[in-house]
């Protein structure tokens, strides 16, 4: 099977994970997943595998084969696993669940290589571009940042006690890092870097976005420059997106009919899919706030999306 230059999947409630032809809109394969739902789905660095978090596990499938078989199962959490992202060369993975937990697991070992404890549910955990700290929000409204080479916690914020943190986003040269809240808040630090590695965060804007929770944030790709955005999906059935210089609203998308869980940018920035308990994914052109294709074949809440088209890293 040759290898797709666009990987598009989405995960459901129907227990069902689909990749899709992002252009005619065709679902080409499915894969069951009994197990549990879905939380979060992403894609390696290289194309090769999709990443499924569900409960408790985590399981790589192999994106060109039609194997309804995981090629590897990660099973050391013991809750809903609600963020999975890779290092940049997709040498090893990172994982935060509602257990508590922040997880690191080398795909090429078995078991989990170090585990962080965040000491309330973790929603979100991204990776700083220098590829040594990790950011995790929870839901007691906590926000860490675990410095890898030191194997420690480095700073720690509060921006709304009691209210959890939905997503966090970084910025991809590492300026600016954005958390989303339920009150439908999104609060923005500039990163300094200080004498020591640890992040500072020096606080720079806080965005009422949207009445409703916020489920997803994202921060516009390198290749979108010098246009940088911010993206919200909210509870409101509305994706929002903000001109991050000044963070005033650029575009509603409006189209989905319930909560849109997940979304993501393609490579250059001018595209944006979601995915909405309507059942459904939406592609959407950012120059002209319109959905131009949407992705039929869920039955039940649409959770969350991957998409990979860009290049794959160089091979050394």
Not at 90 to 104: A, C, F, P, R
Not at 109 to 134: D, F, I, K, M
Request: proline content about 4%; overall charge negative; aromatic content about 10%.
């Amino acid at each position: 099977m040759s290898q797709p230059t666009v990987i598009l999947a989405t995960a459901s409630y129907d227990h069902t994970i689909r990749f899709w032809e992002a252009k005619s809109g065709r679902c080409y394969r499915t894969i069951q997943y009994p197990d549990s739902q879905v939380n979060r789905l992403e894609i390696t660095p290289d194309k090769r595998f999709l990443a499924a978090a569900g409960n408790p596990h985590i399981r790589l499938f192999d994106v060109n084969s039609n194997s309804p078989q995981p090629v590897m199962s990660y099973d050391s959490h013991t809750n809903n696993v609600m963020a999975v992202g890779f290092q940049c060369d997709g040498n090893w993975m990172y994982s935060g669940s509602e257990d508590g937990t922040v997880k690191i697991w080398d795909l090429r070992a078995p078991g989990c290589q170090r585990e962080y404890e965040s000491r309330a549910a973790v929603n979100t955990v991204v990776l700083h571009p220098n590829q040594t700290e990790l950011i995790s929000g929870d839901q007691n409204g906590n926000i860490r940042v675990w410095d890898l080479t030191a194997n420690s916690c480095s700073c720690e914020l509060v921006p709304e006690v009691d209210t959890a943190v939905r997503s966090l986003t970084v910025m991809w040269d590492g300026s600016l890092v954005v958390a989303a809240n339920n009150n439908g808040t999104c609060y923005v630090w500039r990163l300094l870097r200080g004498t020591q590695t640890m992040t500072n965060f020096e606080p720079l804007h806080k965005l009422q976005a949207h009445d409703g929770y916020i489920l997803k944030c994202l921060l516009s790709p390198e290749f979108c420059e010098p246009h940088r955005y911010l993206a919200t999906a909210s509870s409101d059935h509305t994706v929002k997106i903000w001109n991050v210089d000044g963070f005033t609203l650029e575009k509603t998308l409006i189209g989905h009919q319930r909560w849109v869980w997940d979304c993501v940018f393609s490579v250059d920035g001018a595209y944006l899919i979601t995915a909405s308990s309507d059942s459904t994914a939406r592609l959407w052109s950012m120059s002209t706030g319109e959905d131009i294709k949407v992705y039929q074949g869920h039955h039940k809440a649409t959770i969350c999306c991957a998409l990979h088209d860009g290049a794959e890293p160089a091979t050394s």
